[in-house]
């Protein structure tokens, strides 16, 4: 089966600081990258939920510092800055890996800028903020849901990441890895 259009939707974009929660909470870090470039995108604007498809990480990435902690900011994203290095990070620089992306409203810009974040499926070794990032995204997996614990989230998250390495299984879906636009 290929992607159902609109997808592949493919989206260049780079790594920016989110609110620091995603790894500590969960043990699932996701990628943040600019509400701009989804925007610019052409998935639906208003479907929020979570999406799979691939993800390609290359250039130079740094690490993130934070000049205030979420706990002090409330509800505002803590003001970063990303002190790159001159490397790429390696080995997974130019490599497609699944992903799946999660998409929202942040209530803090009074629901007018979505929030996209990307868990890729791979154990990365460093972090890799600042990072450019391709997106292959081929499709939807489910609407945004409240959960009643951290642990029913989590095995949720799980499931669609197991929904995720079936698609991109299929040959309609694998194709996509060798498109121009991850050259
Ligand atoms: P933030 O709120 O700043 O996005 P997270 O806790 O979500 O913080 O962690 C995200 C960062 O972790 C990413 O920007 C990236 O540098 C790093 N990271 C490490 N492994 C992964 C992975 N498998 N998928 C996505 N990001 C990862
Ligand atoms: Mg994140």
Redesign the pocket.
Known sequence: MPPVPPYPVFIDSH??????????DLG?????IPASDFLASGIPKGQTGIYFGL?KISGA?GT?VRHSSPEENGPK?PA?EIVRTEKSIVPEDGVVLP?VMSVGWNPFYGNSEPSA????????A????G?DIKLAVLGYIRPEQNFASVEALIEEIMNDIRKAKEFLAEDGFKQIESNEFFK
């Open positions: 790594v920016i600081g989110g609110f620091g929660r995603g790894s500590s699932i870090p996701t990628a943040n993800a990435y993130l994203p970063t992903m974040e990307v868990h890729i499926v791979h154990k990365f460093e972090q890799f903020y990072a």
